[in-house]
C-alpha cells in the first residue's frame, strides 16, 4: 500500500516516509524495498521520518526536488528540532535548501502546506492560506524556480484536513 502523497520522483530517485513499512505489515523492509525499486524503476529510495502528528505521513509536505541533487525542505528546526535533525540525516546526500516561515505562521499552522505544490515544466501551482505570508513564499519560490511560472491557489479549507494540491492529485514529474 502506496498513497500518492507519499511518494515524490525524480528520474530514478524517489523520497517516501518511513510509514509504508508499518502500512504493509505483511511485508519485509527487504521486499518492500525490492518491489518499489522493480515496479517503478527506482535506483533509490530515501526513507524519510514521520512526524508525530502528521496524521498523513506525507513526504510531500517535507521535500521536493529542484533538482536531482539539491531539494527543498520545509524548515522543521522552528517546531522540532529532532524531527528537523532526522530529516537533515535522512538526506545527507543531497544539497539542502530551507524553507523558512514567521514565528506567528508556525505558531499558527504548524507546518507549511507551501511544498505540497504541484510542478510542471513551465508552471509551479503552490497552495496558499490568503495571509501575508503568501507573498513571501511565492517570492521565494519564484528565486527557486527561476524558469518557471508560479501561481498560488487558494486552498486554506483543504490545508486545513491536513492536505493540500500534491496530496489530492500526486502528480509526478519524470
Known amino acids: 500500500m502506496l498513497d500518492g502523497g507519499n511518494f515524490i520522483r525524480k528520474h530514478d530517485v524517489t523520497f517516501m516516509c518511513e510509514k509504508i513499512f508499518s502500512q504493509n505489515p505483511t511485508l519485509s523492509k527487504e521486499r518492500i524495498i525490492h518491489t518499489l525499486k522493480q515496479s517503478l524503476n527506482l ?9 508525530a502528528y502528521d496524521r498523513y505521513a506525507h ?12 531539494v527543498l525542505i520545509n524548515d522543521f528546526s522552528l517546531e522540532n528540532v529532532q524531527f528537523f535533525e532526522k530529516l537533515h540525516t535522512a538526506l545527507k546526500d543531497f544539497n539542502v ?3 523558512s516561515y514567521s514565528k506567528e505562521f508556525m505558531q499558527k499552522y504548524k507546518w507549511g502546506a507551501y511544498l505540497n505544490f504541484l510542478e510542471f515544466d513551465k508552471v509551479v501551482f503552490v497552495p ?3 495571509i501575508d505570508e503568501d507573498e ?5 519560490l519564484q ?3 527561476k524558469n518557471k511560472q508560479i501561481i498560488g ?3 486554506k479549507p483543504i490545508i486545513k484536513k491536513g492536505d493540500a494540491l500534491h ?8
Not at 43 to 51: A, E, G, N, S, W
Not at 136 to 140: D, E, G, Q, S, Y
Not at 167 to 174: G, K, T
Open 43 to 51: 535506483k533509490h529510495i530515501v526513507f524519510l521520518p514521520r512526524l
Open 59 to 70: 513526504s510531500d509536505s517535507m521535500v521536493r526536488f529542484i533538482n536531482k541533487d539539491h
Open 97 to 99: 535548501t530551507k524553507m
Open 128 to 130: 496558499t492560506y490568503d
Open 136 to 140: 513571501m513564499v511565492l517570492n521565494f
Open 143 to 145: 528565486n527557486i524556480y
Open 153 to 155: 491557489i487558494y486552498l
Open 167 to 174: 496530496c489530492i492529485s500526486a502528480n509526478i514529474l519524470q
